[in-house]
């Protein structure tokens, strides 16, 4: 399940389960969404980018959905894998000059 | 093909020193952008540069932080008379053609002022 802790919400799967990550996102002129994955100690890593003119996208073994009437920017990750334990960040681009990341949600997998 | 390179990896520095970090982006990238991070939290946008140029810097200090990207070599992020409130963990990504297309990040230089 999910719950909200000090820090990061945490969100904790078992290995082979699907795992799905949510973000709000608060600008109505955003255009472009990407979801970054960050281990610890490394950068954030590129997963997949959805442009507003889309509500879905898929990659291997990801899919993002965007609802912009609600805006709801979510990842779908199929069959979750230990090596996929890590702090996930939507982030959007509005002003066209940078990316405005949310607060990260910590993916645990069990094993 | 090389991704986004940043170093150092680790930086300490005593309060009142400066600090310099660089970046070099990935080969045929000519967008420059400097994010900080500070534990359990997300990136903070700091500032967007073009070779030569300074596009967008809304999210630096306006005091001791500064930042080039010049013609040749990396871009650097320099930081005069650090503080403890400066340690975080300093991120740069780089473009093709600006932040409305896939964006790469480096591995980060820790930032810790003793």
């Known amino acids: 399940g999910e719950s909200v802790g000090l820090h990061l919400p945490t969100l904790s799967v078992q290995e082979g389960d699907n795992s799905i990550i949510n973000c709000a996102y608060s600008n109505s002129a955003s255009d472009y969404f990407i979801w970054y994955k960050q281990e610890s100690g490394k950068g954030p890593q590129f997963i997949i980018d959805?442009?507003?003119?889309?509500d879905k996208r898929q990659g291997q073994r990801v899919t993002v959905l965007l609802n912009k009437t609600v805006k709801h920017l979510s990842l779908q990750i199929a069959a979750t894998q230990p090596g996929d334990s890590a702090v996930y960040f939507c982030a959007e681009n509005s002003a066209g000059n940078m990316l405005t990341f949310g607060g990260g949600t910590r993916l645990m997998v069990k094993p | 093909n090389a991704g986004v390179m940043q170093n150092p990896r680790h930086l300490v520095r005593r309060r009142g020193q400066e600090a310099r970090l660089r970046c070099s982006p990935m080969k045929g990238h000519s967008h420059v952008y400097w994010y900080r991070q500070l534990p359990e939290e997300g990136l903070k946008f700091m500032v967007y540069?073009?070779?030569?140029?300074?596009?967008?810097e809304s999210g630096m200090p306006k005091e001791r932080f500064s930042a080039e990207f010049p013609k040749e070599g990396p871009s650097i992020l320099r930081i005069q008379q650090v503080v403890r409130g400066d340690s975080a963990a300093y991120f740069c990504a780089s473009s093709r053609t600006g932040m409305n297309t896939e964006a790469f990040f480096g591995q980060g230089t820790r930032l810790t002022v003793v």
């Open positions: 959805i442009r507003s003119n889309m």
């Open positions: 540069l073009q070779k030569e140029n300074i596009i967008d």
